[in-house]
């Protein structure tokens, strides 16, 4: 365990990592277990991702860091499209400590994902109102409040929070990309545009963008503009 730890310090994570998994091998313990899944899940969450599980697991099995390992299991099963095992993890999550901004925001997702538009935004509620008091990145909280509400059809609720995202988090493309969106679905072609012509300035990738900004040009009559917008974003998929 601690020719691990040392290894750590000197950035040798790979060295850690199997130093740590022979250790298992000869004497697990709860505090072996979370080092594994901590290497594991920062440096080889993709291909070890079942022996993150397992230790967390063990670690929860042994009543060690509970709070980090629910978490850690929460995020491991959000991975594997296991939402709502991923919500059982950030309800034990929330019930060791509830300003845990990160289990409200990772179970509002995994609502997301499950379609409960309205129960995220519940979460989404809930965890902004620690703003200024647990540090977090409330800009991208506020854009996802946005895109429910858009999902749902309550324009009028994204474009207030949206505007709110725009405060905090202006140089995120995402944010743009919300904005543009809603100005489509309200009739604000312009904004649309202007919106999009942001978010594809900062992140040129996103196939949404040139999207909504094609079907904007429509609108507008820039019939050339759209066919070099959908060429874009043929290119991209």
């Known amino acids: 365990m601690q020719l691990s730890y040392e290894k750590c310090r000197k950035n040798d ?28 899940q ?16 063990y670690c929860i099995e042994h009543e060690y860091k509970l709070e980090e390992s ?3 299991l929460a995020e491991c099963f959000h991975a594997q499209c ?11 999550v ?14 509002a997702i995994c609502k997301m994902k499950i379609g409960d538009d309205q129960s995220s935004i519940a979460d989404y509620m809930r965890a902004v109102k620690y703003e200024g008091i647990v540090d977090f990145d409330y800009g991208t909280i506020y854009n996802n ?36 969106e809603l100005a489509y679905n309200k009739g604000d072609y312009k904004r649309c545009i202007y919106s999009l012509n942001n ?5 040129n990738k996103c196939a949404d963008s040139y999207y909504y900004r ?13 066919y070099n917008d959908m060429e874009i974003l043929n290119a991209i998929d």
């Open 82 to 92: 296991r939402y709502n095992e991923a919500i059982d993890m950030c309800n034990k």
């Open 199 to 203: 978010a594809i300035t900062i992140d």
């Open 145 to 180: 409040i946005a895109d429910a509400y858009l999902r749902l059809g309550n324009l009028d609720m994204a474009e207030k929070y949206v505007k709110e995202a725009l405060k905090r988090n202006h140089l995120e493309w995402y944010v743009w990309g919300t904005y543009g």
């Open 214 to 226: 094609a079907l904007a040009k429509v609108k507008m009559g820039n019939h050339s503009g759209a």
């Open 42 to 57: 920062n440096f080889y969450f993709d291909t070890d991702i079942d022996n993150v599980i397992e230790s967390y697991k």
């Open 94 to 107: 929330l019930l060791e400590n509830k300003k845990n901004i990160s289990a409200l925001y990772g179970r």
């Open 13 to 40: 994570f790979l060295g850690a990592y199997s130093d740590i998994i022979e250790s298992i091998k000869l004497y697990p313990t709860a505090e072996s277990h979370f080092l594994r899944a901590g290497l594991a």
């Open 70 to 72: 629910y978490y850690g």
